[in-house]
């Protein structure tokens, strides 16, 4: 899992295996100290994996923690 933090909201990505074994990227979202949020799913590509890095860079996240 990878965690972005910034000073009022988070971001998470996880790689999981959906129900029909393919990789999937999901992704969370929301305030910190809130009950706000999202989370959705897409198809894994690793080209997208360096597209979430860079705009939550660009948002002013950094990166917290995570393999």
Do not use: C
């Not at 009022?8 to 992704?27: G, K, M, S």
């Not at 100290?33 to 939550?56: N, V």
């Amino acid at each position: 899992m990878r965690l972005y933090l910034s000073p009022d909201r988070y971001y998470a990505i996880a790689i999981q295996l959906d129900l029909f074994d393919r990789p999937v990227i999901v992704r969370a979202w929301g305030g910190r100290g809130s009950r706000r949020g999202g989370m959705a799913t897409e198809p894994f590509s690793t080209a997208r994996l360096k597209d979430i890095d860079r705009r939550r860079r660009q948002h002013g996240y950094s990166h917290a923690s995570g393999n």
